[in-house]
T-cell receptor, first 108, second 117 residues
């Protein structure tokens, strides 16, 4: 059964304290892995897409990496405005499977 | 381009009533998706369209749910005889599927929050 698991469920960081979020997946025929950010009461906002193991993408304080079994979203020196839920999704066939997300809180 | 828009943003209804939501995708996007999201969960796939054709529906989708995309532009999602368990955020997303390289990045609207009393 196709499955996407994110950890931790929640993460509290001090401003400037770097960390990583994990997304592990067991799917057949992976066509891509996506990271989204979601603020309360809003739709997910696209961050990155990764297609093959070894690929990396960066945007400001965020960096996403992909292996054959998992992806990491590294957050370097986070700021309070980085507080949000970060969702991982994989596409297999024509369907997206989302994880349950990691709720990140960055404390000033 | 204003992105994906959904209407209404909030809907409160009584159990047993029918409700309809609208989604306007990004104008050049040929694919349109509907998802349902409950608190603390990731979005759950419901169905998707390529142009006006509905190509896939989740096995979990009740017969009370129906979606249309009549001219390959906007889409509607109707829920008949609503139940309290239908209370959720309903999200719409659109993407451009290209034959040569299906990047399939989905861009989401802000969602319609449904409350069934």
């Amino acid at each position: 059964e196709d499955q996407v698991t994110q950890s931790p469920e929640a993460l509290r960081l001090q401003e400037g304290e770097s960390s990583s979020l994990n997304c592990s997946y067991t799917v057949s025929g992976l066509r891509g892995l996506f990271w989204y950010r979601q603020d309360p009461g809003k739709g997910p906002e696209f961050l990155f897409t990764l297609y093959s193991a070894g690929e990396e993408k960066e945007k400001e304080r965020l960096k996403a990496t992909l292996t054959k079994k998992e992806s990491f979203l590294h957050i370097t020196a986070p700021k309070p405005e980085d507080s949000a839920t970060y969702l991982c999704a994989v596409i297999t066939g024509n369907q997206f499977y989302f994880g349950t997300g990691t709720s990140l809180t960055v404390i000033p | 381009d204003t992105g994906v828009s959904q209407d209404p943003r909030h809907k409160i209804t009584k159990r047993g009533q029918n409700v309809t939501f609208r989604c306007d995708p990004i104008s050049e996007h040929n694919r349109l998706y509907w998802y349902r999201q409950t608190l603390g969960q990731g979005p759950e796939f419901l169905t998707y369209f390529q142009n006006e054709a509905q190509l896939e529906k989740s096995r979990l989708l009740s017969d009370r749910f129906s979606a249309e995309r009549p001219k390959g532009s906007f889409s509607t999602l109707e829920i008949q005889r609503t139940e309290q368990g239908d209370s959720a955020m309903y999200l719409c997303a659109s993407s451009l599927s290209m034959a040569a390289q299906a990047k399939n990045i989905q861009y989401f609207g802000a969602g319609t929050r449904l409350s069934v009393l």
